[in-house]
């Protein structure tokens, strides 16, 4: 297995970023909004490696549903339309809700109704990333917080675990990005965790008794088996990534190329020849890899912003003023 070390850079804007966002957009009206995000961050992650996976997947989420506006944040209003948070592929799986809301709180303190949420997550996100993986980017700012969160919008919007190769190419196209975008940010599955729910079916055929995928590796799939129970009795999660679970790196992609791609949506990369030669690439040359995931961040993070007079700045992340 290659395995290369992600070494800290910050890499050049993408051009494709949106106008409406820019560099040291609190540095007049809060300047010490990135640090306080940063520093709440690296407190949670030192408790649980787990949340800094968990943040990059919420940013995810929120940008590919109605575009970065913290919509993700919003929680259902009792007797009202369920909110994206509620839907199974958000509840239970997503994290990090409360990190987002004790850096708001903070932030609030010393700069009331100022700094977003949906800002606030795409900080916390490259944290995570620095932390996990020593991939730093720069954040331009400047998003403002949606007023909805609707249920269902999720479906249609976010990308299955069990899509093919074509049809994730097609999803992250209708978003703004690239073939090459989608296999990088992919690579964020070299950490967090994972449901059995959400890859039992390439393991057991519908009586439970043998594999059904011949793309996963046997010795892999013995392992996946003695955690994930046939019967579906309970759901219990196993690591994304099994070589290093707890850092952002490219072996995700060498992983892949075993065989060891966990989700139908991963082990597809490896498959597909539409994907496999960025898959190859990536696993082969972790620092450009690491480069390439920070600028493919930051263009979504652009993904339908709300900015200037549109949305609002939230006094509190999960509800809107």
């Known amino acids: 297995m290659l395995l290369l070390m992600i070494m800290m850079f910050v890499p050049k804007m993408d051009a494709a970023v949106s106008s409406s966002l820019r560099m040291g957009f609190y540095r007049r009206s809060c300047p ?25 997947r919420l ?33 239970p799986g997503l994290r990090g809700f409360n990190v987002i809301s004790k850096a708001k709180r903070r932030i609030e303190r010393i700069c009331p109704n100022t700094v977003s949420c949906a800002d606030i997550l795409a900080f916390a996100a490259r944290d995570s990333s620095q932390i996990l993986g020593r991939i730093n980017y720069p954040v331009p700012a400047g998003r403002r917080d949606g007023l909805v969160s609707s249920f269902n919008e999720v479906t249609p919007n976010l990308p ?38 959400s890859f039992s079916d390439r393991l057991y055929n519908f009586n439970g008794t043998r594999a059904q995928d011949t793309t996963l590796d046997r010795n892999y799939a013995a392992t996946l088996k003695a955690t994930c129970p046939a019967n579906g009795a309970s759901d219990p999660t196993v690591a994304m990534d099994p070589a290093t ?13 075993a065989g060891r791609g966990l989700l139908t949506t991963d082990q597809t ?38 900015t200037g007079n549109h949305g609002e700045i939230r006094r509190r992340c999960s509800m809107i003023n």
Request: hydrophobic content about 40%.
């Open 245 to 257: 679970p707890n850092r952002l790196d490219n072996t995700y992609y060498a992983e892949l190329r």
């Open 32 to 56: 010490a909004a990135e640090s306080i995000v940063a520093r709440t961050v690296r407190r949670a992650v030192s408790q649980n490696p787990g949340i800094g996976a968990g943040l990059i």
């Open 160 to 197: 299955s675990p069990r899509l093919t190769a074509d049809q994730l190419i097609q999803n992250f196209a209708r978003k703004g990005l690239s073939a090459d975008e989608m296999v990088t940010l992919s690579g964020a599955h070299s950490i967090g965790r994972s449901r059995c729910s």
């Open 269 to 306: 990369l490896a498959e597909s020849p539409a994907t496999r030669g960025y898959v190859d690439v990536n696993a082969r040359y972790g620092v450009a890899w690491a480069a390439k995931f920070g600028r493919a961040m930051v263009k979504m993070g652009s993904i339908d912003v709300l």
């Open 59 to 91: 940013h995810f989420h929120d940008c590919f549903v109605r575009g970065c506006d913290g919509s993700v944040l919003l929680k259902s209003l009792p007797g009202g339309p369920k909110a994206e948070r509620d839907h199974p592929a958000n509840n």
